[in-house]
């Protein structure tokens, strides 16, 4: 069953489903500055588009683009600046 979730007055949209080994959201976030929380770790992979996200533990913001990924461990939050339209693929274990 495929779930619409809607963040930060809609700048953020994903559709989630439970695969057959791992749950999954595919969205979309609109150039922004957003905070996440994690309940499960987390896999995130840049499909399209530019964000800076800065890590637990990090001090700083890196720069994720296609093709790039990330991981947070379950339990924290991180935040990301969204250059521009930016396409994403989580799985969360």
């Given at each position: ?8 007055d ?61 991981e ?22």
């Open positions: 069953m495929l779930k619409v979730n809607a963040y930060f809609d700048q953020v949209l994903s559709i989630a489903y439970q695969g057959e080994s791992l749950a999954t959201t595919v969205g979309v976030m609109e150039a922004g500055d957003y905070t996440f929380s994690t309940s499960q770790y987390e896999r995130m992979t840049i499909i399209d588009g530019e964000l800076w996200a800065k890590l637990p533990g990090q001090d700083e913001f890196k720069p994720y683009t296609h093709g790039d990924q990330f947070v461990v379950a339990n924290a939050s991180f935040d990301v600046k969204v250059m521009r339209a930016t396409a994403y693929l989580c799985t969360y274990e």
